[in-house]
């Protein structure tokens, strides 16, 4: 009995000891961060010291005032003051944690002169990011949840980053104010990194601020926090931070692969190309609802289906709009009409569809301007 | 029939058309422990999914409906229907009143309930499924995203807030009204005074949730924009409205709770409550504060500075008169002639864990701290320490303390002392873990994590099942003392315990008080 107790015990004490076993607040790397730590830490203790100076006069009393050791009952019920002293001396404790607080959050809510603006939308169940600025070709991209389906259903192993890692991470320079301006699209999301401290409501229609300079490069991870529909779990943030030179030359690289998808979107592309870049955009946009083979499952089955298969512009209109009332959403705003135009020619071509259509991304542009 | 006094009806009429007041507090408390039972077993659904991180037992969107009915019924469903049938059965006998001051209406207001919450768990069976958008319900996840059965839900909270609204009612008339001569506000029992402020506060904000949930309908059916920016509405603003009544919502539940905690401490303490005037000060304090504090909820949806520092300062003072109570509660033990029965260690027990459930509500109120706590575990711990171990552990030592009374009858104590250890033991294992993972980063209402929370979900996993399990004892034990348990026959059932439900006779009869009693000494003294 006695190892089996013994044996128990160990079992719940073991996760605290484990090393990978988070159990308080990081105080990550910004200056926000640790100071937010700080206060953290000053009023959990100031509340330690009361806890532990009120539960042992409990403890004693319950020690001490037993009737089964015979202690009889005073019967006092009131003292003015002691009653006075312990309405005051809390109050003049909370004005001591008060000071602190309030310097923290006017810190907090300096967001001015930042050298880089992000505009970041929530969407079900991803983020979009776009950098704003005010010269050279815009760059604005979608993060997604990289974990397979496989991972989640536990029919592959899990990563190290399993939930925490996206295909596209928010790419922002070190040492650099940088200012996020948060919105969401559909439902109310929270754009949340612990180790950067920021959290902040996106909410559709509304634009929050929240800022941050990071002085050490690195990757550092988080997730949507508010409450966002069946896919809430599975929208992380990650934000990579680079130093100044590494994130120039990224933008670069980014504003040059924006140019050609431009430029792209004015050719005729091959229909294998199509193809390609179709799967691409299926298996990020579309997989999780209408499966790996087009079989269906939240969503509608894609092979065979008489929408896909049938007249092209209420296709596209079903990919553009979305289905109101149901988990189909607009992907009108998500998707460049090069993309747009090699999903709908992969779905009419793909898992036995067959249909022979090609749709280029001249064609998208067309049906969308009329 | 004349003067004769008459027993209760015989068969289920007794039961449908009873304006009895101990009847229909009985109905309340059963029905509110089967919902306490049905709640319960949403979030073992929830805690067997997060057992493991990966998917392995039910759907995300079936995830979000758990937490969803989970939160509904345990708020709405258990705890404020338990507490009300507390009220029924107590509040007449404290005060010399021959039953309640509205005894139709009392009837109605029970009998609306269950046909609500049948309605709001049908909808687990509707096309698109039950609610999933959070007890908290916020636009526009409930409204333009949400499923077809958002219209029941609706019309669930509606009849709900009715219920509500005509329960207090009938408290305040009756307190105001029906007290015997003598007993005059300042010596009514504590439970009493929680229960007619939580009245007053169930009158204020109930009509402001309707308020809320007519205008979702509104969005949904009839064209508006309440909560649309895209028609000039706000979707912040239904956080607004939602707080407005969350927020006194929350001491709605714990004030009676704090009420019952103060008859019973010194009834096995065997000494009068520390501080009668200052409790009662305290509870007004709280309800007042209760009505400027409600944005505290809301501190990363980009209020303006001033707005978080007004409301941080406001929510920081809770804790004086909150302060105050433990404080009282704890002079009141402090050299009296204690002993341990399962009502005196359901109330340690609620004093202890309650107190930690404070302190991290004081961290909460600190709005930078917030920016990292808002929406995590952390606060999931929080508040379960608050309403589990705050108003269920209070709730279930009523039940041991009164049921005696009640039916003539002795629980069986050591079934008693052993659901105390059970619950005690397996509600920390489940909830002081979610204090780690919380401040470590995971979000609440997620049904799969990272791995590096794994460990600590296990653990709390494996305490709900425990806690879970232990509430079955309680129901045994609750009807072995029904059926089987020793009579007991003593007016006074506890020898420490004060106040005049002690002075009629054990089982309590039919009818109490028809003629008022004699108000023997201020509360406060013995």
């Known amino acids: 009995m006695g190892k089996v107790f013994s044996g128990a015990i160990l079992t719940f004490l073991a996760p605290l000891a484990a090393a990978q076993n988070q159990v308080n607040m990081s105080p990550g790397v910004t200056e926000i961060g640790a100071d937010i730590f700080e206060l953290h830490m000053l009023i959990m203790w100031i509340c330690v010291v009361i806890g532990v100076a009120v539960f042992a006069v409990m403890f004693y009393s319950i020690y001490a005032h037993r009737k089964s050791k015979g202690h009889q009952a005073s019967q006092f019920h009131e003292s003015t003051k002691v009653e006075v002293a312990w309405t005051v001396v809390p109050f003049l404790i909370l004005i001591a944690m008060a000071v602190p607080a309030t310097s923290t959050l006017l810190e907090v809510y300096d967001n001015d002169e930042a050298e880089l603006d992000i505009l970041i939308t ?249 | 029939m004349g003067a004769h006094h008459h027993g209760p009806a015989q068969g289920i009429s007794r039961w449908l058309f009873t304006t009895n007041h101990k009847d229909i507090g009985t109905m309340y408390l059963w029905f509110s422990f089967a919902m306490f039972l049905l709640g319960g077993f949403f979030a073992m659904v929830i805690r067997a999914e997060l057992f493991q991180p990966g998917m392995q037992l039910v759907e995300p969107g079936f995830f979000n409906q758990m937490t969803t009915l989970h939160g509904l019924v345990m708020v709405f469903g258990a705890i404020m229907p338990s507490f009300v049938g507390l009220a029924n059965w107590l509040i007449p006998m404290m005060i010399g009143a021959p039953d309640m001051a509205l005894p139709r209406m009392n009837n109605w207001s029970f009998w609306i309930l269950p046909p609500a919450f049948l309605m709001l768990a049908s909808t687990l069976f509707m096309e698109g499924g039950a609610p999933a958008f959070g007890w908290t319900f916020y636009a526009p996840l409930s409204t333009t995203y949400a499923a077809p059965s958002v219209t029941f839900f609706i019309f669930a909270i509606h009849i709900l807030g009715v219920s509500s609204i005509m329960g207090s009612i009938n408290i305040i008339a009756t307190v105001m009204n029906m007290r015997a001569p003598g007993m005059t506000y300042m010596k009514m029992p504590l439970f009493v005074w929680t229960w007619l402020i939580t009245a007053f506060l169930l ?125 009282n509660w704890i002079s009141t033990m402090w050299r009296g002639a204690l002993s341990f029965e399962t009502p005196m260690l359901f109330c340690i027990g609620f004093l202890i864990l309650f107190t930690l459930g404070g302190f991290t509500g004081l961290m909460l109120s600190i709005a930078p701290a917030d920016f990292q706590y808002h929406d995590t575990y952390f606060v999931v711990a929080h508040f379960h320490y608050v309403m589990v171990a705050g108003a269920v552990f209070s709730m279930t030592a009523a039940i041991y303390y009164w049921l005696p009374k009640w039916c003539g009858r002795m629980y069986s104590e050591a079934m008693g002392k052993t659901h105390f250890w059970i619950s005690f033991i397996g509600f920390n294992i489940t909830f002081f873990p979610q204090h780690f993972v919380g401040l470590a980063g995971m979000p609440r209402r997620i049904p799969d994590y990272a791995l590096q929370f794994a460990d600590f979900n296990m653990m709390s996993s494996i305490g709900a099942f425990i806690y879970g399990a232990s509430q079955l004892l309680f129901l045994y034990n609750v009807i072995a003392t029904i059926v089987a348990g020793k009579p007991v026959s003593d007016e006074k059932v506890w020898d420490g315990a004060e106040g005049l439900e002690w002075t009629v006779p054990t089982p309590a009869p039919y009818h109490t008080f028809e003629e008022p009693p004699a108000v023997p000494k201020p509360a406060g003294t013995i």
């Open chain 2, 203 to 327: 009158v204020a904000v109930m009509p402001v949730l309707a308020g809320a949930v007519t205008m979702m309908l509104m969005d949904i059916h009839f064209g508006t924009s309440f909560f649309s920016a895209a028609g000039g509405g706000d979707p912040v603003l239904f956080q607004h409205i939602f707080w407005f009544f969350g927020h006194p919502e929350v001491y709605i539940i714990i004030l009676p709770a704090f009420g019952v905690v103060s008859q019973i401490i010194p009834a096995f303490s065997r000494k009068p409550l520390f501080g009668y005037a200052s409790m009662v000060y305290a509870t007004a304090s709280i309800a007042f504060l209760s009505f400027i504090v409600w944005a505290h909820h809301m501190y990363t949806v980009g209020m303006p500075i001033a707005g978080e520092l007004f409301f941080m300062y406001a929510t920081m003072l809770i804790a004086v008169p909150t302060g105050v109570k433990v404080f």
């Open chain 1, 122 to 370: 929530g969407y079900q169940w991803k983020w979009k990011y776009e950098y704003l600025e005010e010269s050279g070709e815009p760059v604005a991209f979608f993060s997604n949840l990289a974990t397979s389906q496989e991972e989640i259903y536990n029919t592959d192993k899990k990563g190290d980053n399993y939930l925490l890692e996206v295909d596209e991470p928010l790419v922002i320079p070190t040492n650099t104010k940088v200012r996020f301006l948060i919105t969401a699209n559909d439902v109310i999301h929270s754009w949340w990194v612990p180790e950067i401290a920021v959290k902040r409501d996106a909410i559709p229609g509304f634009i929050n601020e929240a800022w941050t300079r990071v002085p050490e490069e690195g990757i550092y991870r988080g997730q949507c926090t508010e409450l966002c529909g069946s896919y809430h779990g599975f929208m992380p943030v990650v934000v990579h931070a680079v130093p100044r030179g590494e994130f120039d030359a990224w933008m670069a690289a980014k504003r040059g692969a924006a140019v050609a998808q431009t430029q792209l979107a004015m050719q005729t592309l091959s229909v294998d190309d199509l193809m390609d870049q179709g799967k691409a955009v299926y298996d990020s946009a579309c997989l999780a609802c209408h499966g790996a083979q087009g079989q269906g499952g939240i969503g509608n089955a894609i092979a065979g289906s008489a929408v896909v298969m049938g007249d092209l512009s209420s296709h596209m209109a079903v990919v553009a709009k979305g289905v109101s009332g149901t988990a189909m959403q607009a992907f009108g705003g998500q998707l460049n009409d090069v993309e747009m135009a090699a999903v709908l020619t992969y779905q009419r071509n793909a898992f036995g569809n067959n249909t022979g259509d090609v749709v280029q991304p001249g064609d998208v542009t067309g049906m969308k301007n009329g």
